[in-house]
């Protein structure tokens, strides 16, 4: 029961945090992502085991901390993107160092090993027959929250200087972000201790 309380506490309070910044209530959503982080730091304590856990928790929230204070250098969204995903790339390389690899010194080879993915999955394999069907889930998904969330256009023009600034905003920074948080970090540090299915 003690190990059910720890994975679920972080995740209702981001439900919460998240469904707060949804109605509007911008100051709530922070109050709650900053006590999550909060916890996440104490939580260890209670539970040494699932550390990793626990940071990936905080660094969900320190995400949208950042996506949300973060101050507006640039009128075009697509700019400040990455002066939300540098840091928290830098803190799961950090994260990353100290607890999967266990490696206190900073070297340019654990650097390769960290965009490598060493450590955090063991036997990935690729299966081509899932791209497909990502594609198509991601199209749909990415067309529902646009039309629930009524976003604005991240590019106005398709010109090739608009199209490269756009790649490398969203594969260096946004993508590589996301997924080292969320199926890097997160989903392999829940599926360690849960399982496959409640990592998904």
Not at 29 to 36: K, R
Not at 132 to 144: D, E, R, V
Not at 167 to 195: A, D, N, P, T, W
Request: proline content about 3%; charged content about 15%.
């Amino acid at each position: 029961m003690r190990e059910k309380a720890g994975l679920l506490l972080p995740i209702l309070i981001i439900a919460v945090a998240e469904a707060l910044y949804f109605t509007g209530s911008v100051e709530s959503c922070l109050a709650l992502h900053a006590l999550n982080i909060f916890a996440c730091i104490l939580l260890p304590i209670w539970d040494d085991k699932r550390m990793l856990m626990y940071q990936s928790f905080a660094l969900v929230s320190l995400l949208r901390i950042l996506n949300i204070g973060m101050p507006v250098f640039f009128t075009e969204t697509l700019l400040w993107m990455p002066f939300v995903y540098a840091p928290i790339i830098i803190a799961g390389y950090i994260v990353w160092r100290q607890t999967v690899m266990g490696v206190e010194k900073m070297h340019w080879r654990n650097l390769v090993q960290f965009l490598n993915g060493h450590g955090l999955r063991s036997n990935v394999t690729w299966k081509w027959e899932y791209l497909l069907i990502a594609i198509i889930f991601g199209y749909l998904c990415s067309n529902l929250e646009f039309f629930v969330l009524d976003n604005q256009a991240l590019v106005y023009d398709l010109g090739p200087l608009t199209l490269s600034k756009l790649l490398l905003v969203m594969v260096v920074f946004v993508g590589f972000g996301e997924e080292l948080i969320f199926r890097g970090l997160l989903q392999s540090s829940i599926e360690k201790h849960y399982g496959k299915y409640l990592a998904v």
